[in-house]
T-cell receptor
Framework: DAGVTQSPTHLIKTRGQQVTLRCSPK?????VSWYQQALGQGPQFIFQ???????QRGNFPDRFSGHQFPNYSSELNVNALLLGDSALYLC?????????FGPGTRLLVL | EDQVTQSPEALRLQEGESSSLNCSYT??????LFWYRQDPGKGPEFLFT???AGEEKEKERLKATLTKKESFLHITAPKPEDSATYLC????????????FGAGTRLFVKA
């Protein structure tokens, strides 16, 4: 079992640009959640996708959007990047309450 | 408002010195409480899920317990490789499918 995978591992962008992050869930998992983790803090819930629909959203602006594909993989898109968007972006997959995390994508906005 | 508070922020132990980490929570109906271990620059690694007060789970040197207001992660005879950040999270029944994390406890175990 490959576990949750994410790509890319690292990314550097400039303010105002757009970014797309990708996630493949664990085998057998149908739900994908995205989190933002700033240095020294716990992960903050962005949104969750189930059956290709956004099922719930955290307190993040509309610049953050996502998508889930029929194979359950998912993308996180962030538009008009701000310096404050620099963080570790985590994807988690699940089929019940317990979520399993990927290694994350480190995004640096300059 | 649903909230998770972890204490202490950091804990330094000698190898073999047992201790406990605390996670206090306020939620509108607990669907599940989760413990994760996170190494620097990596994604959280799942440890335990607890569902109801009185429940306990163990894995190697770790034991997690749950009451109606808090959870403890007991570490027995820790080793240097147990050094990591330990995260507590809750999923509230009234909050849909949102999972709320605490800020974590950074554990340092010295040989």
């Amino acid at each position: 079992d490959a576990g949750v995978t994410q790509s890319p591992t690292h990314l550097i962008k400039t303010r105002g640009q757009q970014v797309t992050l990708r996630c493949s869930p664990k085998s057998g998992h149908d739900t994908v959640s995205w989190y933002q983790q700033a240095l020294g803090q716990g992960p903050q819930f962005i949104f969750q996708y189930y059956e290709e629909e956004e099922r719930q959203r955290g307190n993040f602006p509309d610049r953050f959007s996502g998508h889930q594909f029929p194979n359950y993989s998912s993308e996180l898109n962030v538009n008009a990047l701000l310096l404050g968007d620099s963080a570790l972006y985590l994807c988690a997959s699940s089929f019940d309450e317990t979520q399993y995390f990927g290694p994350g994508t480190r995004l640096l906005v300059l | 408002e649903d909230q998770v508070t972890q204490s202490p922020e950091a804990l330094r132990l000698q190898e073999g010195e047992s201790s406990s980490l605390n996670c206090s929570y306020t939620v509108s109906g607990l669907r599940g409480l989760f413990w994760y271990r996170q190494d620097p620059g990596k994604g959280p690694e799942f440890l335990f899920t607890l569902y109801s007060a009185g429940e306990e789970k163990e894995k190697e040197r770790l034991k997690a317990t749950l009451t109606k207001k808090e959870s403890f992660l007991h570490i027995t005879a820790p080793k240097p490789e147990d050094s990591a950040t330990y995260l507590c999270a809750v999923q509230a029944g009234g909050g849909g499918f949102k999972t709320i994390f605490g800020a974590g406890t950074r554990l340092f175990v010295k040989a």
